[in-house]
């Protein structure tokens, strides 16, 4: 996987996230928003390596998880994410309702509210998620 990769199944399940909303299909659209986040934090590390550097494997390990907590941390990102948490308190409720997501959502049962909330602090287009992380890629 490379950087031209998760941009691109970033945007996939978006697109099914969004079809499973519009179908009632609540659950799955959940857990594909999920992925959402957890590709576009993965594009952006992918951006930080350059061809000629062996990546740290400790940084590269991090990586491998899908909490979106961890992952931001383990990104780059952090300290710019730690600076729109301040200046942005909208993105910091959308952050609290993505932060929640996990990868165990697939065991999972979620509500209209759920998947609608996750899929709007994802694209909502002055304050989400996705949109800031997007600025970076």
């Known amino acids: 996987m490379n950087r031209t990769d998760f941009i ?3 945007k996939i399940r978006l697109a099914e996230s969004k079809i ?3 179908r009632k299909k609540y659950s799955g659209a959940y857990y594909l928003c999920g992925y959402v986040i957890e590709y576009a934090l ?3 590390f992918a951006k930080q390596i350059k061809k000629s550097e062996f990546p740290d494997r400790e940084a590269v390990n991090k990586m491998y998880q899908h909490s979106p907590a961890d992952l931001m941390k383990a990104s780059g990102l952090q300290k710019k994410f ?3 948490l301040k200046v942005d308190k909208i993105f910091a409720v959308y952050w609290n309702t993505v ?3 996990s990868e165990k959502a697939r065991y999972e049962i979620h509500s209209d509210k759920e998947a ?4 709007k602090a994802i694209i909502d287009p002055s ?3 996705l949109l800031w992380i997007e600025k970076y890629l």
């Not at 609608?116 to 899929?119: A, C, N, R, S, W």
């Open 8 to 10: 691109k199944l970033t």
């Open 20 to 22: 499973l909303i519009s």
């Open 42 to 44: 993965k594009a952006y």
């Open 82 to 84: 730690e600076d729109q």
């Open 99 to 101: 932060k929640d997501w």
């Open 116 to 119: 609608k909330d996750l899929y």
């Open 127 to 129: 304050h989400g998620v």
